[in-house]
Every structure is written in structure tokens, then in C-alpha cells.
């Protein structure tokens, strides 16, 4: 049962193929999450993820040691870059090498203040589809949509113009060579 539980999520992707609605796709915990940033991984090589990336104060330090560490390396591996709006946080030093514009898989970011952005879910787009994330209660969702994709990225694109020359370094968070 639990087996089943955990494949369920693909299974029911693979079973709407080729539908003209969106497929969505649920994953909680710890496994879950890592489930769901493995998802259609070698599908990003060489491309570009944007979104709207949450602090840290909401995040299992579990979840940072088992998914969002070896996802950050398996990006750098795949050449997988990240752009997007993220909150100035010292805490986010164990992030820091990727924010390094020479590192492969790295996050260019722009980091706002705790008072205007403290988001705890990260909502991502990519080609075909957008990841949301919930911190506290480690649940994921992404739900396969072209359309839904090209909306978030066009209101991500909106806003990086319009901060262009704004929040590109950190304040709290130091970088290091």
C-alpha cells in the first residue's frame, strides 16, 4: 500500500497523457519532496528555472540535507540554471557557492527584504509545467501546463524588468568567492 502510495503521482501523470487539461500531481513529506524535484529532472538539462523562491525559517533542516542539497548539485551536473526573487536571508549561506554566476547550476537571484517578500512555498516554472512548494507541511504540487507555465514566467519577466539594477546583491547573506 504505502508502495502504491508512492507512485501514484506518476502513475496518474502517465495515465493523462495527451489530455487538454492540466495533469497535477501531489507529494508530501520528506520522500515526497525529494520525489518531486527529481521529477522529469533530465528534462531541464541546459535550461532555465524562474520563480519565486521561500526563506528559510519553514524549511526541515532534513529537507535541506536530502532534497534541496543533492538537487542543487544534480542542477550544476545537468547545467540547470535558476533565476529568480528570493529573500535576503543569512540563513541561506549553505546556498551560497550557487549564487556564484561561475558555478554550473547557478542561481541568479534577486534578493528582496523580509518586508516586502517572506514567502515560505517557492512556486517555480519550467517549459511544460510549475512546481509549488509548501515549507511547513512539506507538500508539493506540480501541475504539467503550458499555459500555466508561460503565465508565471511572463509575470516572473514582468517583475525582474521592472527590478532590473535592484536587489542584485544580498545584504545579509554574504557571498564568497
Same mark, same amino acid.
Given at each position: 500500500v504505502h508502495e502504491a502510495k508512492r507512485v501514484l503521482p506518476e502513475l496518474t501523470a502517465l495515465q493523462r497523457k495527451g489530455s487538454e487539461k492540466p495533469n497535477v500531481l501531489y507529494f508530501e513529506g520528506v *520522500?515526497?519532496?525529494?520525489? #518531486?524535484?527529481?521529477? %522529469?529532472?533530465?528534462d531541464?538539462?541546459?535550461?532555465?528555472?524562474?520563480?519565486?523562491?521561500a526563506r528559510l525559517d519553514e524549511v526541515d533542516p532534513q529537507v535541506q540535507v536530502e532534497v534541496f542539497?543533492?538537487?542543487?548539485?544534480? %542542477?550544476?551536473?545537468?547545467?540547470?540554471?535558476?533565476?529568480?526573487?528570493?529573500? @535576503? @536571508?543569512?540563513?541561506? %549561506? &549553505?546556498? #551560497?557557492?550557487?549564487? &556564484?554566476?561561475?558555478?554550473?547550476?547557478?542561481?541568479v537571484a534577486k534578493f528582496l527584504p523580509e518586508?516586502?517578500?517572506?514567502? @515560505?512555498?517557492?512556486?517555480? #516554472?519550467?517549459?511544460?509545467?510549475?512546481? /509549488?512548494? /509548501?515549507? %511547513?507541511s512539506k507538500q508539493a504540487i506540480i501541475i504539467e501546463s503550458y499555459e500555466l507555465a508561460k503565465a508565471l514566467s *511572463? /509575470?516572473?519577466?514582468?517583475l525582474w524588468a521592472k527590478t532590473?539594477? *535592484?536587489? @542584485?546583491?544580498?545584504?545579509?547573506?554574504? /557571498?564568497e568567492k
Amino acid at each position: 500500500v504505502h508502495e502504491a502510495k508512492r507512485v501514484l503521482p506518476e502513475l496518474t501523470a502517465l495515465q493523462r497523457k495527451g489530455s487538454e487539461k492540466p495533469n497535477v500531481l501531489y507529494f508530501e513529506g520528506v *520522500e515526497g519532496l525529494r520525489r #518531486a524535484y527529481e521529477y %522529469k529532472l533530465k528534462d531541464f538539462k541546459g535550461k532555465e528555472i524562474t520563480g519565486f523562491f521561500a526563506r528559510l525559517d519553514e524549511v526541515d533542516p532534513q529537507v535541506q540535507v536530502e532534497v534541496f542539497m543533492p538537487w542543487n548539485e544534480a %542542477k550544476a551536473e545537468l547545467g540547470i540554471n535558476v533565476r529568480g526573487f528570493t529573500v @535576503d @536571508d543569512p540563513k541561506m %549561506k &549553505d546556498y #551560497a557557492k550557487f549564487f &556564484d554566476q561561475n558555478h554550473p547550476g547557478k542561481i541568479v537571484a534577486k534578493f528582496l527584504p523580509e518586508s516586502i517578500y517572506s514567502a @515560505d512555498c517557492s512556486i517555480e #516554472a519550467f517549459e511544460w509545467g510549475v512546481r /509549488i512548494v /509548501i515549507m %511547513k507541511s512539506k507538500q508539493a504540487i506540480i501541475i504539467e501546463s503550458y499555459e500555466l507555465a508561460k503565465a508565471l514566467s *511572463e /509575470i516572473h519577466e514582468l517583475l525582474w524588468a521592472k527590478t532590473k539594477g *535592484e536587489y @542584485d546583491k544580498p545584504e545579509k547573506l554574504r /557571498i564568497e568567492k
